[in-house]
């Protein structure tokens, strides 16, 4: 190495950057860092777990209402003439906050109002039996029959619109006529920022249409673009797609691929031959790509069982699956030989309680250091130097956390991370984490809080995000504590297929091979191509 880990401070942090997965680390020289106490933020989380509206349902006697339907809500403490300034109209993300939230920090969800014209309202995708919103009223909802003879009913009402674009209330659950859940709500108009074009410094150079499933990552090697999606029962199944790059305005889909019973696919990673698929089936599917345009399978890992696969990271002969369930874990390969990995160790954090929904998202690695996104136990460091006894050195853990992806960044001999959850609020994250024993906040970007941000690449000073409904943004992270927004595209368009259906929605993943190119994948319109700023 010339002139690359220097300092005791490094050298006790990463003592096996040497090793057999080490990668080159070139410092960021002279750029201020801003690491003062005056620099040090509070972390307040995503969200607060406060009430968004006060309409609960009213008591049940012989007299009340059919729990549910409108008349069962007490509205008397809302300010139901400020509904009439809502514009129902377009695609609304939805973040629900549970009656019980300070007993059961996971009792809050995610989802997507789509309405359109002629008072067709969705939610979620599926249309609502019942709609009204006009005047001073907001009611959504759903009802039917279990398949055990129950009835059930689900419904949105809303008690105050702050502004045209914002809506808050109740939403409930009912059984046989009895509340089972009940939560308040806000909901917020999916729309381009205010005073924004499509885009500012970014230029779209080509682009590959999907036309099945939810669009999730894309690797690009030997001149070809491998993108995968997910199955989706509105937007059909998923699979693996391949495009021919040799003109990049106009990507050529040479090949596809998508089983049945096995087509939720979304990771692709690959080294050499062999190109890596996250299934959420069948685990770790390796297939032989030497003809870079007719991928053939080859075998699925660890041993053939059911395993949800989630995501993969790979640093030179290392490759890391982070899988869901049935454990959740993250799987540690040899993959020297590319197209036969070899399993070398397993690791479940044992701190994580296993009461909370929380599992290994995402991952990158310095050396022998790898960081884990744990969404609900936080950000974990992880020494990998011996596969089968896996040791933690570090964490940072945020209220009410779900975090997701990271990308790390060596300035001034100090480490920085830059953190992003996925939920509602979700922003970046730069954190300090020099000292592992204590990682300081130094810097947050945020922009509306429903749009949450997925995943990042780092090149140089350039922090470039799939912010989904947000488009691409560039940040410049030369000052960790003043991220600054340099650029942006917003390849959100309510009209593409499959919109609408998910809060999830627009652009979710990325990769900056270095041949002068961005490609971005949007869940909806496939494989965007932008040149590198």
């Known amino acids: 190495m010339t002139n690359v880990v220097r300092g005791a401070l490094v050298a006790s942090l990463f003592l096996s950057v040497g090793g057999g997965c080490a990668q080159e680390v070139v410092p960021v020289e002279g750029v201020p860092v801003n690491l003062g ?8 989380g995503d969200w607060a777990p406060e009430p968004l509206a006060v309409c609960p349902l009213l008591p049940r006697d012989g007299a009340a209402a059919e729990c549910g339907t409108l008349e069962s809500f007490d509205l008397s403490a809302c300010e139901r003439d400020s509904l009439t300034r809502l514009e129902a109209n377009g695609h609304f993300t939805v973040h629900g906050i549970g009656n019980d939230i300070r007993e059961n920090a ?10 359109r014209p002629g008072g067709v309202v969705s939610y979620g995708g599926y249309p609502m039996r019942e709609a009204r919103v006009d005047g001073n009223a907001f009611f959504l909802s759903n009802h039917g029959t279990l398949p055990d003879g129950r009835a059930f009913r689900s419904s949105f009402v809303g008690c105050k619109a702050p502004n045209p674009s914002r809506v808050t209330g109740c939403y409930a659950v009912c059984l046989a006529g009895v509340p089972s859940f009940q939560a308040t709500f806000e909901a917020e108009k999916v729309q381009w920022r205010a005073g924004e074009a499509e885009a500012s410094k970014l230029t779209l150079v080509g682009e590959g249409v999907v036309n099945q499933g939810i669009v999730a990552d894309v690797f690009v090697t030997k001149g070809h673009a491998y993108v995968v999606s997910l199955e989706s029962a509105l937007a059909g199944p998923g699979g693996l797609f391949v495009y021919d790059l040799s003109d990049r305005s106009a990507p050529r889909l040479v090949s596809s691929i998508t089983y049945p019973g096995d087509s939720y696919w979304n990771a692709v990673w690959a080294k050499d031959d062999a190109l890596y698929v996250a299934s959420a089936a069948r685990g770790l599917l390796v297939f032989d790509i030497a003809e870079p345009a007719n991928p053939k399978l080859l075998r699925s890992l660890p041993d053939g069982r059911p395993i949800d696969a989630h995501t993969i990271h790979g640093d030179l002969n290392r490759l890391y699956v982070m899988s869901a369930s049935p454990t959740p874990e993250t799987l540690i390969f040899d993959v020297k030989n590319a197209r036969e990995p070899v399993l070398l160790g397993r690791y479940a954090d044992p701190s994580v309680n296993p009461l909370v929904a929380s599992f290994p998202h995402d991952a990158t690695s310095w050396g022998d250091r790898l960081f884990v996104n744990h969404w609900a136990a936080g950000l974990l460091v992880l020494d990998v130097s011996d596969p089968t006894n896996v040791v933690k050195r570090g964490e940072y853990v945020y209220p009410r956390a779900t975090s997701h992806t990271n990308r790390w960044h060596y300035v001034n001999n100090r480490l920085i991370v830059f953190e992003g959850g996925e939920d509602w609020g979700a922003h970046v994250r730069a954190l300090d984490m020099t000292d592992l024993d ?96």
Not at 37 to 44: I, M, Y
Request: proline share 4%.
């Open 37 to 44: 106490p005056s620099q040090v933020l509070e972390d307040h």
């Open 106 to 115: 996971n009792s809050q969800f995610t989802g997507s109002m789509n309405f």
């Open 438 to 533: 204590k990682p300081v906040l130094i810097g947050e970007y945020r922009l509306s809080p429903g749009v949450s941000i997925h995943n990042m690449e780092l090149k140089g000073n350039l922090l470039y995000l799939a912010h989904y409904q947000h488009g691409v943004r560039v940040l410049d992270v030369s000052r960790p504590s003043e991220m600054r927004e340099v650029a942006y595209f917003n390849t959100w368009r309510g009209t593409d297929r499959a919109r609408g259906t998910l809060f999830y929605d627009g652009a979710i993943g990325m990769r900056i091979p270095g041949d002068g190119h961005v490609y971005v994948i949007d869940t909806s319109r496939g494989l965007l191509i932008f040149d590198e700023l």
